[in-house]
């Protein structure tokens, strides 16, 4: 079914967020496990498998619409050096994929493709209720009972 250019347009640039975020969540998930955070591990190879799975459905989207996704472009990594700052750099990615969520529903809305815009609404979800609501307890732990003590319960 040929899509509307406006719509792939917006399709391909969330996915370049979402390799990215992948990719984050991915080395992340790695600097956790080899620093013996294995509860953090986990936790990020779970978040890894989420953005892989939106990326998925949008490239799959995006084929049905008759695209072609592009997987060498995505968006630049902000890896961090130590638990809070992997966090900070999660949140503010989780942040800035809820606003082009927003705004690529926008456009869907617009076109009129309300399959699309379904399919955002879930990524939506997902990215508000559990990646950003978790990464912003995490930091308030952390705030809460200390640097040392969180990273213990994450042995």
């Known amino acids: ?8 347009n917006v399709l391909k640039t969330l996915l370049a967020g979402e390799l990215a975020a992948r990719d984050q ?11 013996g955070l294995t509860k953090l591990f ?7 498998q989420e953005e ?11 084929l049905f619409l008759e695209g072609v996704p592009d997987l060498n472009n995505q968006d630049s990594l902000n890896v961090g050096f130590d638990v809070p700052s992997m966090f900070k750099n999660d949140l503010a990615l989780e942040y800035h994929v809820v606003g082009a969520l927003k705004a690529a529903m926008k456009i869907c809305e617009e076109e009129q493709d309300y399959v699309t815009r379904e399919m955002l609404r879930s990524q939506l979800d997902d990215t508000e209720q559990d990646h950003a609501y978790y990464l912003e307890k995490q930091l308030g732990l952390i705030d809460k009972i200390g640097l040392q003590n969180y990273l213990q319960s994450q042995m």
């Not at 986990?42 to 890894?48: G, N």
């Not at 892989?52 to 995006?62: E, Y």
């Open 1 to 8: 079914m040929k899509g509307n250019d406006r719509v792939i």
């Open 25 to 35: 969540y991915f080395i992340h998930s790695r600097m956790c496990d080899d620093w």
């Open 42 to 48: 986990a936790h990020y190879e779970h978040e890894r």
């Open 52 to 62: 892989s799975a939106h990326a998925d459905a949008i490239i799959r989207r995006i």
